[in-house]
């Protein structure tokens, strides 16, 4: 009953995304010993999960069935190839290609129509997992924070951003018109379901890509403020076209300014929970209270 190709292509896909958050070091070290052939092969494993949720949805196209199984196997190798050439991890082209390429395909939802509607979902946790192996695994890059064994001080700099953010974003998101008050308590059940939710499939993906892998390489070229500030406006750009049809500035802006904040979470320790935690909270207030 429960063995559905559904749960397991979602057990599958889930797999590597937590085994990396709660296990990071035994899992980069299971990794390690695999042959380093073999160990670029893996990823291409990524197309089990569509093949399991295509099928039987009658959507199978060969087309999809290779991208998810190449494209995982040619970001790899070009992390190989910069392994090579940036031994310091200072930041390679091919580091910054590999994350324009995983962003942009998230953002613009490229991959999507390759999902049923409500299985979307599936496609930013698979590239999730392809920069997750190809980065850590492969590249081997330091200083991410990617370890959700929480910490108290997680919560308490966590929180520190979210109250720090609050008294800027709110007053200004209601003069901009952005943000309108109108609660939508529907339970303590449904709020906790909402943070978690928001947590695991929106503020830590999001976190490990802007904080964690975006702007731990950018500190390296351009120093803190630099990399914190340049990051906050892209992530607030990443925001163009969320709840409109056109340019949403208002969005943009409100989403920079937060990332300010996200980012200062992340750097206080190099924690992805951490801020994780700060955008988790931003993220559910706003749909509790505010529309």
Known sequence: MFLTPINLAAALALTPYFAAAFFPEQTIAAFRRIPSIARLIVPASLCIPYVLVAVPAHIFHWLWFALYAVLPVAISALLARACV???EQRGNWRDFLVLAVIGFAVDLRWFQPAWPVRFAVFNKVLLLDAGIYALFIIRGITGAGFNLRFRVRDLGIGLREFAFYAP???PLGL???FLHIHPAWHGTFHA???YVFSFF???VPEELFFRGWLQNLLERRIGRVWALLLTAALFGLSHWNKRALHFNWRYVLLAAIAGIFYGRAWRSERRVGASALTHATVDTLWGLFFQ
Request: without cysteine; proline residues 7%.
């Open 85 to 87: 050439a940036d031994p």
């Open 168 to 170: 800027i974003a709110i």
């Open 175 to 177: 003069a901009l018109g």
């Open 192 to 194: 906790i379901e909402a």
């Open 201 to 203: 499939f929106i503020a």
